[in-house]
């Protein structure tokens, strides 16, 4: 449900392709669909990450305890900042789209819509708390023996995509499919390590055997 609702954020329309379309266009209810599957999508990784960190060895507590801060970091912080701009989104529209302000309300709505999209995407370097955090779960997997090596493995990819894809985006190209291959190693991750954890019935850490 977590990787579901995570992915289903990026084809919910929130936003135009300039600030004027965005406040123009604007939809409360589509809005507060948003918040609620960032919200939920945020819990429910959450509660998955903390099922994984359960069935993992202790004697792997420094990687495993990385991850789980990165992975609680990488679901959090996106979901507050995208509640808080929601609010002053509906805010800005309603003073975009009303007749009764001034042509310089209006600039100073746009103004500040440019200044959360600004933020929207800043928000882009916490999504690299999930690479770190797969990276550190797979680096546990491998030594705990508990989950195959090709789970491993695609966790590695899933960091080596995510590397190579931001050294494109600073460089200012652009592949054809890496997003869509980004989310399809994220997806494969998480549910096979999801169907794991569900036939293993590891309820508490595994000790040192």
Known sequence: MGSVLYITRFFLPTSAENPAESLAN???RLAI???LVSTFSGIFLILFVLSLRAALPKR???LTIAAVVFS???SIVPVV???IVLDARATLAGIYNSSTVTGVDKAAALVSEQVLEAEEEAIFAVYVGAP???GL???SMWKSKVFPNWLTYVGLAFVTLTGVGLLLVAVGAVVPG???AYLGLFVLWILASSAYLYRSDRKTATTDS
Do not use: K
Request: no cysteine; aromatic share 16%.
């Open 26 to 28: 604007y939809d409360g």
């Open 132 to 134: 770190l955090a797969i």
């Open 33 to 35: 669909v948003f918040g």
């Open 178 to 180: 890496l997003g869509f």
């Open 60 to 62: 792997d507590s420094v």
């Open 72 to 74: 609680i970091i990488a």
């Open 81 to 83: 900042v995208n509640l």
């Open 137 to 139: 779960f797979s680096g």
